[in-house]
């Protein structure tokens, strides 16, 4: 089995609903992410069908976001990218001093900021 990583264009809106009926949508907001899913399979065309088969479900609804509804959506498959191990095992791989390439996003004429560790979200969701 091959490694591959598959980055999938997801948008996440948030929809206010007036409290008045037939409660007409009052205020919205949208973010795009990407997202990233590692994944084994036999080849890329074994790759590609299971990350197309993923797109339903990274798509939900539900009422825990910021608005009264949060309705996810995967819009499709960004990219998919076989990952190398050069020629380790997936546990020699992961203690390896770079651990495992994830693949990488291509910007096209932004550039991504580089953070300090505070800002990274993993430490500023626990507050430290």
Partial sequence: MQLFVSHFVVVEESVWLDTIEPFPVSRQTELHRLVSQLFAAPDR?????????????????????????????????????EVSLAGHSLAEALNGPYGIDAGSI?????????????????????GT
């Fill in 45 to 81: 065309e074994a790759a590609h069908a299971k990350a197309s088969q993923m797109i339903d479900g990274l798509s939900d609804s539900h009422c825990d976001g910021p608005g009264d509804r949060t309705n996810i959506r995967c819009l499709g498959i960004h990219e998919l990218e």
């Fill in 106 to 126: 291509h910007w096209s004429s932004k550039v991504p900021s580089a953070r300090d560790k505070h800002e990274l979200s993993i430490f500023a969701s626990h």
